[in-house]
């Protein structure tokens, strides 16, 4: 059967854009291979090879920098990797609008560049961004610390292009900013993972780069002062900053803080002399709670390093196996989590850090024992719950995968989604298995 796909994908794209064998191994997903991998250039050619799936009901996965595919179950099956790295282009870029439509498999990076140009800029910075496409961005709906002034992937996106599982192309939203739409489905596909339909191209909401920015550490007692802390800079100053993040001691010192304390980085953007009234009332905001501040000193380092936190950032514990996990709860929580987190975890190794404006928790385990991890994330796991809050495995080694499931109890609502999943592809080809399947 492979060999008849691999000619018939060849056929129609051209044999240097099919890989077969070992080939596909840079395609791995835990222990699975796909047989085949198809590399389109345009959404006709990524149609086609979806409607020759579906009608086979072979099982395919979209990629595009591979950054996050560790999210999700291994697939149920995986006969195709889907490489939208071609689909790179930018179609239409309206500075005055500050609107801009570009295809799916153009990296962050290079977005940035060319936005940079014109004075704009894409406010969208998750984990490992410089290597990450936009696609596989909104479709695990990452975001980063800048979410705190600007919001989520969801806000940024004002429209889309998608072929679904059988090779139909379908748009949503729009191109503008203004879109009287009275069912916004372009953000159905913002983290679906793939599964509703293949995203093609997307059109942006975008900012001016702004005319300068300063950022500094709160180092405090414990994490609960650096909470409140934030609760003061939220809700009770005139502060307005775009990113705030609260990490325990351990993500601290592997994000460039001296010391051994919790720490709360802040940062703020706009004309200097704004930026001055805004640290004078930072750092009184800091001395109520017993709290100090100071600059940071390589402020692109050091917001690189807790944007990539714990992908890239992780302190290297003792331990030779690490879990990574994403959760959340009420931004009032976060500290209150985070202690939770540690005081039930108690057989592995930890670092934490929060986005505190919209209580999304992130973190480290580590150990040496599949067994432990697995406890550990459970345990975790019902502390947040306790909290209202949830906690999901964005990365970990397959002896570990083997004893929890991923994603955790399913959410409310589950039915429904399953039952969207079913409607947007009846045979199940889009990332099988992987989300929303079998739960």
């Known amino acids: 059967m492979t060999a008849v796909w691999s ?7 051209g044999a240097d854009r099919v890989l077969v064998g070992g080939a596909c191994a840079r395609y791995r997903l835990g222990n699975l291979v796909p047989a085949m991998v198809a590399s389109p250039t345009d959404e006709a050619e990524v149609a086609d090879v979806l409607a020759t799936a579906a009608r086979d009901g072979l099982g395919v996965v979209p990629w595009g920098g591979g950054t996050h595919q560790s999210f999700g179950r291994p697939p149920a099956r995986y006969d195709l990797a889907l490489d939208l ?35 704009q800029f894409l406010p969208l910075d998750p984990p490992l961004a410089p290597a990450a496409t936009l696609g596989g961005v909104l479709a695990t709906n990452l975001s980063g610390p800048l979410r705190c002034g600007y919001g989520t992937a969801r806000d940024l996106v004002l429209g889309v292009r998608v072929v679904g599982a059988d090779g139909t192309i379908t ?11 009275a069912y916004d489905l372009s953000k159905l596909y913002v983290g679906a993972y793939g599964t509703l339909g293949v995203v093609l191209e997307v059109s942006l909401r975008l900012y001016p780069l702004p005319p ?20 003061r800079v939220l809700a009770g100053s005139h502060l307005t900053p775009i990113r705030l993040e609260l990490l325990d001691a351990e993500a601290a010192r592997a ?16 004309v200097p002399e704004a930026i001055r009234e805004q640290e004078r009332s930072l750092a009184a905001q800091a001395g109520e709670v017993g709290g100090v501040i100071g600059p940071l000193e390589r402020p692109e380092e050091a917001w690189a390093l807790v944007r990539d936190f714990p992908w890239r950032s992780a302190p290297p ?25 540690r005081g039930a975890a108690t057989g592995a190794e930890m670092s934490m850090a929060a986005t505190v404006s919209h209580g999304v928790l992130r973190g480290a385990f580590s150990g040496a024992a599949a067994e432990a991890l697995a406890t550990s994330v459970a345990r975790a796991r ?19 995968r083997a004893r929890l499931d991923v994603w955790g109890p399913p959410p409310d609502g589950i039915a429904l989604m399953q039952e969207l999943r079913r409607a947007f592809d009846p045979r199940g080809i889009l990332n099988p298995g992987r989300f929303l399947d079998g739960i």
Do not use: H
């Open 317 to 341: 514990f003792a331990g030779t196996q690490r879990v990574l996990w994403r959760g959340a709860v009420l931004p009032s929580d976060c500290a209150k989590a985070m202690a939770a987190i």
């Open 255 to 270: 994000c460039g803080c001296q010391g051994a304390r919790p720490a709360l980085l802040v940062s703020v953007a706009g």
């Open 212 to 231: 300068s920015e300063r950022g500094w550490w709160l180092t405090g007692a414990d994490l609960a002062c650096c909470q409140e802390a934030a609760g």
């Open 85 to 119: 790295g071609r689909l790179n282009r930018v179609l239409l870029y309206e500075p005055a609008d500050m609107t801009i439509t570009v295809q799916a498999g153009i990296r962050l990076a290079d977005l940035a560049r060319r936005l940079g140009e014109s004075g």
């Open 171 to 181: 748009k949503a939203g729009a191109r503008v900013v203004k879109n009287a739409t």
């Open 7 to 13: 000619t018939v994908l060849a056929n129609r794209l």
């Open 382 to 400: 019902r502390a947040l719950s306790a909290l209202g809050g949830y906690l999901v495995v964005a990365d970990a080694p397959e002896a570990v």
